[in-house]
């Protein structure tokens, strides 16, 4: 499905083999956790724990390109977080992500439509182009706005780590943490 960065593929996080098959589907190290998509801090709040860090910047930059790591809830696990102890939670600016989230009142698998190192899908044919056949369904709504793949910035330290540039640049996010 279309975000407002990239395509991602989605999947209920809370659905252990859905989760699974993304793994499987993007060929991806079973190690590495997957970000996932939230409908805002009220949901964040019940995977992890937003420190003041992680508060400042969600209330800055979500819904938006930004995925923030935090320190996860002991109450709250998901095979998308690869048995970690953090967990990257965004709130993309796309109004149909949201409502499915929304909708199914769970995190979704909010990780790019690509093989795992393949070029970034921008587009339906991007993700057809490196995805076709493995997967049941794509929902083309058109290119994807920035193109670019969101920040992350880990927050389950004491000091906040930019951990990827991406669509919003690192001189904002600092200046959001700034005050």
């Given at each position: 499905m279309p975000t407002d960065t990239l395509?991602?593929?989605a999947a209920s996080a809370d659905d252990a083999s859905a989760?699974?098959?993304?793994?499987?589907?993007?060929?991806?190290?079973?190690?590495?956790p997957l970000p996932l998509f939230v409908s805002g801090s009220?949901?964040?709040?019940?995977?992890?724990?937003?420190?003041?860090?992680?508060?400042?910047?969600?209330s800055r930059f979500w819904?938006?390109?930004?995925?923030?790591v935090m320190q996860k809830r002991q109450n709250y696990d998901?095979?998308?977080?690869?048995?970690?102890q953090t967990a990257g939670l965004r709130v993309p600016q796309n109004e149909v992500v949201l409502a499915i989230v929304e909708?199914?009142?769970a995190p979704l698998t909010g990780t790019s439509a690509n093989l795992s190192g393949g070029v970034d899908p921008v587009t339906a044919d991007d993700v057809r182009s490196q995805l076709d056949g493995r997967i049941d369904l794509i929902l083309d709504g058109g290119p994807c706005p920035h193109?670019?793949?969101?920040?992350?910035?880990?927050?389950?330290?004491?000091?906040?780590?930019?951990?990827?540039?991406?669509?919003?640049?690192?001189?904002?996010?600092?200046?959001?943490?700034?005050g």
């Open positions: 395509y991602a593929l989760v699974r098959r993304v793994f499987d589907i993007k060929e991806r190290q079973v190690g590495k009220t949901m964040a709040s019940r995977i992890a724990e937003l420190n003041e860090s992680a508060t400042r910047l969600a819904p938006g390109q930004l995925t923030i998901s095979e998308a977080l690869a048995g970690g909708a199914l009142d193109g670019v793949g969101s920040t992350v910035v880990d927050c389950s330290g004491d000091e906040p780590i930019i951990l990827r540039d991406g669509a919003i640049s690192s001189d904002h996010v600092l200046a959001a943490l700034r």
